[in-house]
């Protein structure tokens, strides 16, 4: 099974932040990585795929890079909407996600 | 635009098996994959298993014995069975259409495993 692994669990800062959230894999999944947005009662919704693919209607300030075992979310200028639970997921070997990362208004 | 819709008992006794129903509509369930993920409460998401429309399957290792995805292509349903349940399987149950990355999500039933 692969691990992923999120840090930091939790996030504190403040609106118009820059802010980094990492995963990382316990193997190779090459670029099959997701990130996801959670709000407290709802769904998760999907940010971006395969790494780096920004999804159609999500905002230019959030940017998925990595490649491998290693992938990072950016959120270049935080916005209160997005303060909320992040996940990363892989699908290179059936599913599994991370422990997810809350970010929280400092 | 496609909408999923989680169904079923949302109390479960222990040791009996939790029953859910996704409904798919404004799109077909052909040609795509479906799956089932779950969050307890205040936890993280853990991944269920999907099925292909065609009705091979895949299932987390550590449920894969206690696991069941089956789809009805005719009611646009795919649906779970979780056999000899325990409070550590109450959770929020979501459905969600993909694999390789889950797109469209139902708004997730809450399920509750006590006698």
């Known amino acids: 099974d692969i691990q992923m692994t999120q840090s930091p669990s939790s996030l504190s800062a403040s609106v118009g932040d820059r802010v980094t959230i990492t995963c990382r894999a316990s193997?190779?999944?090459?670029?099959?990585l997701n990130w996801y947005q959670q709000k407290p009662g709802k769904a998760p919704k999907l940010l971006i795929s395969a790494a780096s693919s920004l999804q159609g209607g999500v905002p230019s300030r959030f940017s998925g890079s990595g490649f491998g075992t290693e992938f990072t979310l950016t959120i270049s200028s935080l916005q209160p909407e997005d303060f909320a639970t992040y996940y990363c997921q892989q699908s290179y070997s059936s599913l599994s996600f991370g422990q997810g990362t809350k970010l929280e208004i400092k | 635009q496609v909408q999923l819709r989680e169904s079923g008992p949302g109390l479960v006794k222990p040791s009996e098996t939790l029953s859910l129903t996704c409904t798919v509509s404004g799109g077909s369930i052909n040609s795509y994959y479906w799956s089932w993920i779950r969050q307890p409460p205040g936890k993280g998401l853990e991944w269920i298993g999907y099925?292909?429309?065609?009705?091979?399957?895949n299932y987390n290792p550590s449920l894969k014995s206690r696991v069941t995805i089956s789809v009805d292509t005719s009611k646009n349903q795919f649906s779970l069975k979780l056999t000899s349940v325990t409070a550590a399987d109450t959770a929020v149950y979501y459905c969600a259409r993909g694999y390789y990355d889950l797109g469209y999500w139902g708004q997730g039933t809450l399920v509750t495993v006590s006698s």
């Open positions: 193997q190779t999944i090459s670029s099959f």
């Open positions: 099925i292909y429309y065609s009705g091979s399957t």
